[in-house]
């Protein structure tokens, strides 16, 4: 006991020191760490749990779900009955589903109009390049709730395009776009469009073009080098590329709020009017796991594995 | 490289450019529009501008939006450097996993899954803590949270390619770890840290869906009233708003890209006058 204080005595003009170049860096780790595990990995753990619970009529609008009795017994209530509610109202398979659907195809019409897009800006010359890439980009930046009100404006019953349309003579009545699947498709491509042509410029630019001239010294015509070379050597652009869209177009719920019709029900919209409009918070909360486990966990795991590959 | 190719590929790069401006050239057009129907054009003028200036609700808005977006952003930038030191600088710590898991799972996480998680654990911190109460404060915390994992990604690659020798250099002529940081790395970093202060800036400003679901009574971002309105029909006060919006912030992005391209290009003529 004494040997132990004795010896730590002289060390302590220099202890200050030392104990920061140990922990020092804690300093640097600690406070994102435990920002985020408070308020971004914890928040998981309370939806978890308030997904057990039952509606009640009092604030917070749901049941205890552990409740420590007079006797200091601590009580656990589960209940799966929103999980079982989840299964049996199809509202919440069907909006899956159409989720999925309405998030494949739209990345896929994304990846055949921003394909071409991203090639053409990586055969032009480097000013040009620079321009076109600001281009890209700008809307990026620009308000998203804004540009698809910009496109309401566009497509509605008497915006722009009837408008033009029938100024033309080309249409007797106005077309129906607002309030449809196609509305909510053109949202989709309109707002993700740049975030697919960015990735694959990247890759389609960084191109050598020595295989291509190889290619066709060899005798292959330049859509077969097309095919071949191009497409393969873009495929990280590609793959990058359609995560960005179809990844946010899944939980989207802006697009199928404005422009959807009372049918373009995507799990996104579902949560919210579970929550905002029936005020069921348990079964959002369950929703929110659902939706947790059955599309960012693929994902997330498709991602791990795929940057592992990469690193190998 | 050759600037010729196919005119069906130019043609595509031209729709598409076009798919993309168009929508926003006419809004900002009908703005200016003094007619409130939309398919008439009633003539030019400010109208729509004037009137937003007595809007309270939109004016109150619009400054509970700035000073969050400000405050958000600026929280973001210290917490995702920050991260992006740690993830950068010290390979082996515990936690190190979680941390990268935790600073690219916002941008993979659905934002109705991140808003009703978030607004959870602030209902139960309010029943058993007393703090905080819904509105300015949960809206910053909420945003500070998403922000910080694109400040952290922007700044982890500009750390990454920055030139470590610098810094330890400094170290070895006898500067403490925190001057040759200051003095060296956040030179170098700093065009990273004002574009992920942009970056989330802009998010922040911009955000919907979080914000409804973290906010309380009385307190409305932008983008809340912006919803209500369009969701209620036509209003084309909102017209004018959204053109001022979307030139601001063009105009700073343009402004700040061009800033930055310039002082880049500074800094590399002054690595080869040093060179010399």
Known sequence: ?????????????????????????????LPPLLFLIIFFLIPFAFALKISFAETAIRVPPYTDVLSITPDKHIHLTLSLANYKYLLTDEVYAVSYMYSLRTAFFSTLICLLIGYPMAYAMSRSSKATQNILLLIIILPFWTSFLLRVYALEGIIRENGLLNTALLRFGLIDHPLKIMRTTFAVYLGIIYSYLPFMVLPLFATLEKLDHTLLEAAADLGNPPWRAFLDITVPLSMPGVIAGSMLVFIPAIGEFVIPSLLGGPD???????????????????????VAIAFLVLLVGPIALYQHYHVKDMEV | MSERYPPMLFSVLCFGIAVLYIPILVLIGYSFNSSELVNVWGGFSFGWYKELLHNRQILNAAALSLEIGVVASTGAVILGTLAAIALTRYRGFRGRLLLTGMVNAPLVMPEVVTGITQLLLFVSMLQFLGWPHRGFTTIVIAHVAFCTAYVTITVQSRLLSADRSLEEAAMDL?????????????????????????????????????????????????????????????????????????????????????????AERRRMLEIQMADR
Do not use: Q
């Open chain 1, 1 to 29: 006991m004494n040997v132990g204080a004795e010896a730590l005595t002289p060390r302590r003009g220099r202890s200050g020191r030392e104990l920061m170049e140990r922990y020092g860096h804690w300093l640097i780790i």
């Open chain 2, 174 to 262: 006898g500067s403490g770890p925190v001057r040759a940081f200051c003095e060296i790395t956040l030179p170098i970093i700093a065009p990273a840290l004002a574009a992920g202060w942009l970056l989330s800036f802009t998010l922040s400003l911009d955000d919907l869906v979080i914000s409804s679901f973290v906010s309380g009574p009385g307190a409305s971002t932008l983008p809340m009233v912006i919803y209500s309105k369009v969701k209620l029909g036509l209003s084309p006060d909102v017209n004018a708003l959204a053109s001022i919006i979307i030139c601001v912030v063009g105009f700073c992005v343009i402004l700040a890209g061009y800033v930055m391209r310039r």
């Open chain 1, 264 to 286: 373009n029900l995507m799990i996104g919209r579902v949560l919210w009017d579970e929550f905002f409009n029936n005020r069921d918070w348990p079964v959002a909360s369950a």
